[in-house]
Protein backbone atom coordinates (compact mmCIF):
# COMPACT_ATOMS: atom_id res chain seq x y z
CA UNK A 1 0.00 0.00 0.00
CA UNK A 2 3.02 2.55 0.99
CA UNK A 3 4.26 1.97 -2.37
CA UNK A 4 0.76 1.82 -4.96
CA UNK A 5 -2.85 1.78 -3.19
CA UNK A 6 -4.09 -0.09 -6.50
CA UNK A 7 -1.33 -2.91 -6.38
CA UNK A 8 -2.78 -3.43 -2.53
CA UNK A 9 -6.50 -3.49 -3.61
CA UNK A 10 -5.39 -6.04 -6.60
CA UNK A 11 -3.82 -8.54 -4.10
CA UNK A 12 -7.48 -9.28 -2.84
CA UNK A 13 -9.30 -8.75 -5.74
CA UNK A 14 -11.49 -11.63 -7.06
CA UNK A 15 -11.43 -12.68 -10.89
CA UNK A 16 -7.81 -12.04 -11.78
CA UNK A 17 -6.18 -15.13 -10.77
CA UNK A 18 -5.86 -16.47 -14.24
CA UNK A 19 -4.00 -13.39 -15.41
CA UNK A 20 -1.18 -13.46 -12.49
CA UNK A 21 1.69 -15.50 -12.41
CA UNK A 22 2.82 -16.94 -9.22
CA UNK A 23 6.26 -17.58 -7.86
CA UNK A 24 7.96 -21.09 -7.26
CA UNK A 25 9.67 -19.18 -4.36
CA UNK A 26 6.82 -17.78 -2.74
CA UNK A 27 5.13 -21.28 -2.88
CA UNK A 28 8.52 -22.57 -1.26
CA UNK A 29 8.08 -20.10 1.27
CA UNK A 30 4.52 -21.12 1.77
CA UNK A 31 4.81 -24.60 2.04
CA UNK A 32 8.07 -23.78 4.24
CA UNK A 33 5.67 -21.69 6.89
CA UNK A 34 3.09 -24.56 7.00
CA UNK A 35 5.63 -26.37 8.40
CA UNK A 36 6.77 -24.33 10.67
CA UNK A 37 2.84 -23.24 11.72
CA UNK A 38 2.11 -27.24 12.75
CA UNK A 39 5.49 -28.79 13.54
CA UNK A 40 5.05 -27.77 17.58
CA UNK A 41 1.70 -29.18 17.65
CA UNK A 42 3.06 -32.79 16.57
CA UNK A 43 3.05 -35.70 19.43
CA UNK A 44 6.63 -36.34 19.08
CA UNK A 45 6.03 -39.14 21.35
CA UNK A 46 4.02 -41.31 18.84
CA UNK A 47 6.19 -40.03 16.07
CA UNK A 48 9.85 -39.04 14.97
CA UNK A 49 10.86 -35.31 14.74
CA UNK A 50 12.58 -36.21 11.25
CA UNK A 51 9.51 -38.03 9.80
CA UNK A 52 6.91 -35.83 11.18
CA UNK A 53 8.78 -32.82 9.30
CA UNK A 54 9.36 -35.23 5.89
CA UNK A 55 5.64 -35.88 6.46
CA UNK A 56 4.46 -32.11 6.62
CA UNK A 57 6.70 -30.55 3.86
CA UNK A 58 5.30 -33.29 1.80
CA UNK A 59 1.96 -32.83 2.31
CA UNK A 60 2.67 -28.75 2.09
CA UNK A 61 4.69 -29.27 -1.36
CA UNK A 62 2.15 -31.46 -3.02
CA UNK A 63 -0.68 -28.95 -2.12
CA UNK A 64 1.49 -26.24 -3.39
CA UNK A 65 1.92 -28.09 -6.31
CA UNK A 66 -1.75 -29.22 -7.11
CA UNK A 67 -2.86 -25.68 -6.79
CA UNK A 68 -0.27 -24.65 -9.65
CA UNK A 69 -1.43 -27.52 -11.88
CA UNK A 70 -4.45 -26.69 -12.18
CA UNK A 71 -3.90 -22.36 -12.62
CA UNK A 72 -3.78 -21.56 -16.62
CA UNK A 73 0.29 -19.47 -15.81
CA UNK A 74 1.63 -21.44 -12.82
CA UNK A 75 1.42 -25.17 -14.68
CA UNK A 76 4.75 -24.07 -16.38
CA UNK A 77 6.87 -24.66 -13.63
CA UNK A 78 6.44 -28.24 -13.29
CA UNK A 79 8.05 -30.63 -11.00
CA UNK A 80 8.32 -28.59 -7.24
CA UNK A 81 12.16 -30.38 -7.38
CA UNK A 82 12.39 -28.37 -10.33
CA UNK A 83 11.50 -24.75 -8.81
CA UNK A 84 14.48 -22.58 -7.77
CA UNK A 85 15.66 -22.91 -4.24
CA UNK A 86 13.63 -26.14 -3.45
CA UNK A 87 16.59 -28.11 -1.50
CA UNK A 88 17.61 -25.16 0.16
CA UNK A 89 14.09 -24.85 1.13
CA UNK A 90 13.86 -28.10 2.19
CA UNK A 91 16.87 -28.38 4.59
CA UNK A 92 16.38 -25.69 6.01
CA UNK A 93 12.58 -26.34 7.30
CA UNK A 94 14.31 -29.28 8.95
CA UNK A 95 16.86 -26.97 10.83
CA UNK A 96 14.14 -24.31 11.75
CA UNK A 97 11.32 -26.99 12.78
CA UNK A 98 14.02 -28.48 15.15
CA UNK A 99 14.72 -24.81 16.88
CA UNK A 100 11.06 -24.24 17.41
CA UNK A 101 10.67 -27.62 19.30
CA UNK A 102 12.96 -27.16 21.43
CA UNK A 103 10.80 -24.01 22.73
CA UNK A 104 8.28 -24.16 25.93
CA UNK A 105 4.89 -25.03 24.51
CA UNK A 106 2.55 -21.95 23.27
CA UNK A 107 0.53 -20.39 26.03
CA UNK A 108 -2.96 -18.99 25.09
CA UNK A 109 -3.11 -15.07 25.15
CA UNK A 110 -6.21 -14.77 27.51
CA UNK A 111 -4.27 -16.89 29.95
CA UNK A 112 -1.52 -14.49 30.16
CA UNK A 113 -2.94 -11.19 29.98
CA UNK A 114 -1.57 -7.50 30.09
CA UNK A 115 0.27 -6.21 32.66
CA UNK A 116 3.44 -9.02 33.16
CA UNK A 117 5.35 -9.67 29.34
CA UNK A 118 4.56 -13.20 28.48
CA UNK A 119 6.62 -16.20 29.66
CA UNK A 120 5.65 -18.76 27.48
CA UNK A 121 6.38 -18.89 23.92
CA UNK A 122 3.33 -18.11 21.67
CA UNK A 123 3.30 -18.98 18.17
CA UNK A 124 1.23 -18.00 15.18
CA UNK A 125 -1.02 -16.21 17.89
CA UNK A 126 -3.28 -13.76 15.95
CA UNK A 127 -2.80 -10.32 17.27
CA UNK A 128 -5.85 -7.16 16.84
CA UNK A 129 -5.67 -3.50 17.63
CA UNK A 130 -7.06 -0.28 16.71
CA UNK A 131 -10.11 -1.37 16.80
CA UNK A 132 -9.85 -4.07 14.33
CA UNK A 133 -7.80 -1.89 11.22
CA UNK A 134 -4.63 -3.50 12.50
CA UNK A 135 -3.62 -7.59 12.57
CA UNK A 136 -0.98 -9.58 12.32
CA UNK A 137 0.35 -12.63 13.12
CA UNK A 138 3.49 -13.36 14.28
CA UNK A 139 5.62 -16.39 13.77
CA UNK A 140 6.87 -16.22 17.38
CA UNK A 141 6.52 -14.16 20.52
CA UNK A 142 9.27 -15.54 23.38
CA UNK A 143 10.43 -13.61 26.36
CA UNK A 144 10.90 -10.18 24.78
CA UNK A 145 11.64 -10.69 21.41
CA UNK A 146 9.65 -11.34 18.26
CA UNK A 147 10.61 -13.99 15.73
CA UNK A 148 9.95 -13.73 12.20
CA UNK A 149 10.72 -16.67 9.67
CA UNK A 150 11.44 -15.55 6.06
CA UNK A 151 11.88 -17.60 2.74
CA UNK A 152 13.65 -14.50 0.80
CA UNK A 153 16.34 -12.46 1.51
CA UNK A 154 16.87 -10.07 4.29
CA UNK A 155 18.69 -6.92 2.47
CA UNK A 156 18.09 -4.50 0.35
CA UNK A 157 20.33 -1.88 -1.56
CA UNK A 158 19.83 1.34 0.24
CA UNK A 159 20.45 4.48 -2.60
CA UNK A 160 21.14 6.97 -0.10
CA UNK A 161 23.63 5.32 2.01
CA UNK A 162 24.77 3.11 -1.05
CA UNK A 163 25.40 0.23 1.30
CA UNK A 164 23.18 -3.03 2.12
CA UNK A 165 20.27 -2.77 4.52
CA UNK A 166 17.85 -4.31 6.50
CA UNK A 167 14.98 -4.72 3.94
CA UNK A 168 12.59 -1.39 5.21
CA UNK A 169 9.54 -3.56 4.35
CA UNK A 170 10.27 -6.62 7.21
CA UNK A 171 11.16 -3.80 9.48
CA UNK A 172 8.24 -2.11 9.25
CA UNK A 173 6.38 -5.13 9.82
CA UNK A 174 8.40 -6.23 13.19
CA UNK A 175 7.73 -3.02 14.55
CA UNK A 176 4.00 -3.39 13.65
CA UNK A 177 4.42 -6.48 15.29
CA UNK A 178 5.53 -5.18 18.78
CA UNK A 179 3.45 -2.83 18.86
CA UNK A 180 0.61 -5.80 18.83
CA UNK A 181 2.31 -7.65 21.03
CA UNK A 182 2.46 -4.65 23.67
CA UNK A 183 -1.27 -4.06 23.19
CA UNK A 184 -2.38 -7.21 23.67
CA UNK A 185 0.68 -8.13 26.43
CA UNK A 186 0.99 -5.09 28.28
CA UNK A 187 4.84 -5.18 27.51
CA UNK A 188 7.19 -3.97 24.95
CA UNK A 189 9.32 -6.58 23.16
CA UNK A 190 12.84 -5.30 22.40
CA UNK A 191 13.42 -6.54 19.38
CA UNK A 192 12.73 -8.17 16.32
CA UNK A 193 14.65 -11.25 15.01
CA UNK A 194 14.42 -12.00 11.42
CA UNK A 195 15.69 -15.83 10.67
CA UNK A 196 15.92 -16.46 6.81
CA UNK A 197 16.10 -19.75 5.03
CA UNK A 198 20.21 -20.17 5.43
CA UNK A 199 22.45 -18.30 7.53
CA UNK A 200 22.60 -16.20 10.54
CA UNK A 201 19.31 -14.38 11.81
CA UNK A 202 19.46 -10.48 11.71
CA UNK A 203 18.35 -8.63 14.99
CA UNK A 204 16.21 -5.37 14.86
CA UNK A 205 15.99 -2.79 18.05
CA UNK A 206 12.25 -2.32 18.38
CA UNK A 207 11.95 0.92 20.47
CA UNK A 208 8.27 1.96 21.36
CA UNK A 209 8.21 5.42 19.47
CA UNK A 210 9.23 3.82 16.34
CA UNK A 211 6.57 1.52 16.92
CA UNK A 212 3.95 3.83 17.64
CA UNK A 213 4.77 6.15 14.35
CA UNK A 214 5.03 2.72 12.28
CA UNK A 215 1.58 2.00 13.29
CA UNK A 216 0.22 5.92 12.94
CA UNK A 217 1.47 5.79 9.65
CA UNK A 218 -0.04 2.28 8.59
CA UNK A 219 -3.18 3.11 9.66
CA UNK A 220 -3.24 7.12 8.10
CA UNK A 221 -2.39 4.95 4.92
CA UNK A 222 -5.48 2.37 5.57
CA UNK A 223 -7.93 5.61 6.17
CA UNK A 224 -6.91 7.21 3.00
CA UNK A 225 -7.66 4.10 0.91
CA UNK A 226 -10.77 3.45 2.58
CA UNK A 227 -11.95 6.92 1.98
CA UNK A 228 -11.19 6.93 -2.00
CA UNK A 229 -13.18 3.28 -1.64
CA UNK A 230 -15.91 5.02 -0.08
CA UNK A 231 -15.90 7.24 -2.64
CA UNK A 232 -15.76 5.18 -5.37
CA UNK A 233 -12.70 6.71 -7.02
CA UNK A 234 -11.31 5.38 -10.17
CA UNK A 235 -8.91 2.28 -10.07
CA UNK A 236 -6.26 4.84 -11.77
CA UNK A 237 -6.44 7.20 -8.67
CA UNK A 238 -5.25 4.12 -6.38
CA UNK A 239 -2.52 3.70 -8.73
CA UNK A 240 1.16 5.62 -8.51
CA UNK A 241 3.08 4.20 -11.36
CA UNK A 242 7.13 4.34 -11.82
CA UNK A 243 9.39 2.16 -12.56
CA UNK A 244 10.32 1.20 -9.04
CA UNK A 245 6.82 0.84 -8.10
CA UNK A 246 5.77 -1.43 -10.89
CA UNK A 247 9.42 -3.05 -11.04
CA UNK A 248 8.41 -6.24 -9.07
CA UNK A 249 4.47 -5.69 -9.37
CA UNK A 250 2.52 -8.85 -10.76
CA UNK A 251 -0.40 -7.06 -11.93
CA UNK A 252 1.11 -5.04 -14.60
CA UNK A 253 -0.22 -7.46 -16.70
CA UNK A 254 -3.67 -5.97 -15.82
CA UNK A 255 -3.24 -2.64 -14.32
CA UNK A 256 -4.29 0.26 -16.87
CA UNK A 257 -2.09 2.78 -14.74
CA UNK A 258 1.25 1.20 -15.76
CA UNK A 259 0.38 1.14 -19.40
CA UNK A 260 -0.98 4.55 -19.59
CA UNK A 261 2.35 5.47 -17.71
CA UNK A 262 5.28 3.29 -19.03
CA UNK A 263 7.59 4.76 -21.40
CA UNK A 264 11.03 3.58 -23.34
CA UNK A 265 12.42 5.93 -20.59
CA UNK A 266 11.52 2.73 -18.35
CA UNK A 267 13.46 -0.16 -20.45
CA UNK A 268 15.87 -1.93 -18.18
CA UNK A 269 14.60 -0.95 -15.03
CA UNK A 270 11.47 -2.85 -14.90
CA UNK A 271 11.88 -6.62 -14.19
CA UNK A 272 11.81 -7.73 -18.13
CA UNK A 273 10.22 -5.35 -20.99
CA UNK A 274 6.63 -4.70 -20.98
CA UNK A 275 4.97 -4.51 -24.18
CA UNK A 276 1.64 -3.24 -25.86
CA UNK A 277 0.98 -4.01 -29.83
CA UNK A 278 -0.97 -4.90 -32.64
CA UNK A 279 -0.57 -8.34 -34.47
CA UNK A 280 -0.44 -7.76 -38.11
CA UNK A 281 -0.46 -11.55 -38.97
CA UNK A 282 -1.29 -14.82 -37.82
CA UNK A 283 1.56 -16.57 -35.50
CA UNK A 284 3.50 -19.13 -37.60
CA UNK A 285 5.15 -22.28 -36.24
CA UNK A 286 8.90 -22.68 -35.96
CA UNK A 287 11.26 -25.39 -34.79
CA UNK A 288 9.40 -27.87 -36.87
CA UNK A 289 6.14 -27.47 -35.19
CA UNK A 290 7.56 -27.18 -31.47
CA UNK A 291 6.89 -23.23 -31.06
CA UNK A 292 5.37 -20.76 -32.56
CA UNK A 293 6.19 -16.51 -33.33
CA UNK A 294 4.63 -14.11 -33.40
CA UNK A 295 5.30 -10.32 -34.89
CA UNK A 296 3.84 -7.64 -33.26
CA UNK A 297 3.86 -4.15 -33.78
CA UNK A 298 4.66 -2.54 -30.73
CA UNK A 299 2.91 0.76 -29.84
CA UNK A 300 3.45 1.31 -25.83
CA UNK A 301 5.24 -0.32 -22.96
CA UNK A 302 8.49 0.20 -22.12
CA UNK A 303 10.09 -0.01 -25.45
CA UNK A 304 9.88 1.98 -28.13
CA UNK A 305 7.57 2.09 -31.03
CA UNK A 306 8.64 -0.74 -33.70
CA UNK A 307 7.98 -4.12 -35.23
CA UNK A 308 9.13 -6.93 -32.87
CA UNK A 309 9.07 -11.03 -33.61
CA UNK A 310 9.12 -12.73 -30.33
CA UNK A 311 9.78 -16.05 -30.21
CA UNK A 312 9.85 -18.89 -29.31
CA UNK A 313 6.62 -19.33 -27.66
CA UNK A 314 5.89 -22.68 -26.53
CA UNK A 315 2.14 -23.39 -26.83
CA UNK A 316 1.69 -25.35 -23.76
CA UNK A 317 2.78 -22.77 -21.95
CA UNK A 318 1.48 -19.77 -23.54
CA UNK A 319 -2.29 -21.35 -24.56
CA UNK A 320 -3.27 -17.91 -25.26
CA UNK A 321 -1.32 -17.93 -28.26
CA UNK A 322 -3.98 -19.63 -29.72
CA UNK A 323 -7.12 -17.21 -29.79
CA UNK A 324 -4.68 -14.02 -31.22
CA UNK A 325 -5.29 -13.26 -34.88
CA UNK A 326 -4.44 -10.54 -37.47
CA UNK A 327 -5.34 -7.48 -35.82
CA UNK A 328 -5.68 -8.17 -32.17
CA UNK A 329 -4.06 -5.80 -29.49
CA UNK A 330 -1.91 -8.27 -27.29
CA UNK A 331 0.47 -7.61 -24.26
CA UNK A 332 3.55 -9.06 -22.97
CA UNK A 333 5.21 -8.60 -19.72
CA UNK A 334 8.79 -9.95 -18.46
CA UNK A 335 10.78 -10.09 -21.92
CA UNK A 336 14.24 -10.52 -22.17
CA UNK A 337 15.49 -7.24 -24.30
CA UNK A 338 18.77 -8.92 -25.64
CA UNK A 339 21.94 -6.47 -26.40
CA UNK A 340 20.68 -6.44 -30.01
CA UNK A 341 17.28 -5.16 -29.18
CA UNK A 342 15.13 -8.46 -29.69
CA UNK A 343 12.63 -9.42 -27.38
CA UNK A 344 12.92 -13.16 -26.44
CA UNK A 345 10.32 -14.66 -23.70
CA UNK A 346 11.84 -15.68 -20.69
CA UNK A 347 9.84 -18.35 -17.93
CA UNK A 348 8.18 -15.98 -16.54
CA UNK A 349 7.04 -14.09 -19.61
CA UNK A 350 3.08 -13.87 -20.24
CA UNK A 351 0.82 -13.10 -23.36
CA UNK A 352 -2.39 -11.54 -23.66
CA UNK A 353 -5.01 -10.37 -25.68
CA UNK A 354 -5.73 -7.05 -24.46
CA UNK A 355 -9.80 -8.27 -25.39
CA UNK A 356 -9.35 -10.99 -22.38
CA UNK A 357 -8.33 -8.21 -20.13
CA UNK A 358 -10.30 -8.16 -16.98
CA UNK A 359 -11.63 -4.49 -16.13
CA UNK A 360 -11.40 -3.29 -13.01
CA UNK A 361 -14.03 -1.28 -10.60
CA UNK A 362 -14.43 -0.62 -7.30
CA UNK A 363 -16.38 -3.33 -4.98
CA UNK A 364 -19.66 -2.52 -3.45
CA UNK A 365 -18.46 -3.83 -0.29
CA UNK A 366 -14.79 -3.43 1.68
CA UNK A 367 -13.13 -4.77 4.35
CA UNK A 368 -11.06 -1.84 6.48
CA UNK A 369 -8.98 -3.98 7.90
CA UNK A 370 -4.99 -4.00 7.27
CA UNK A 371 -2.74 -6.88 7.55
CA UNK A 372 0.73 -7.24 8.86
CA UNK A 373 2.36 -5.98 6.28
CA UNK A 374 1.10 -2.70 6.75
Not at 319 to 329: L, Q, R
Amino acid sequence: MRSCMLRAGLSRATGISPFILGSPKGWLGSAYHEVLEKIPRVDLATESLDNAIERLWSQAIAAQHQRASRHPLDRRFGSPVTWPGYHVARASVRLRAGDLVTFTVAAPVAATGPGAFVSATIREQEFIACNGKLVGRPDVVRADEVVDYKSGGLFEYDENSQVEVVKSAYVRQLRIYGYLVKEALGSWPIRGLLLPLAGTGVEVSLHPAECEQEVLEAIALLDAYNAKVRAQARPAEFAAPSPAACKWCPYKLICPAFWQAASPAWSGHLDGAAVEGTVPEAPRSIHGGAALAITVDVQAGSEGPRRAEIAPLNPAVHSSIATVGVGDHVRFVSLRVRPDGVLTPTSRTILVRVADVPSLGIAGRYHEKANDQG
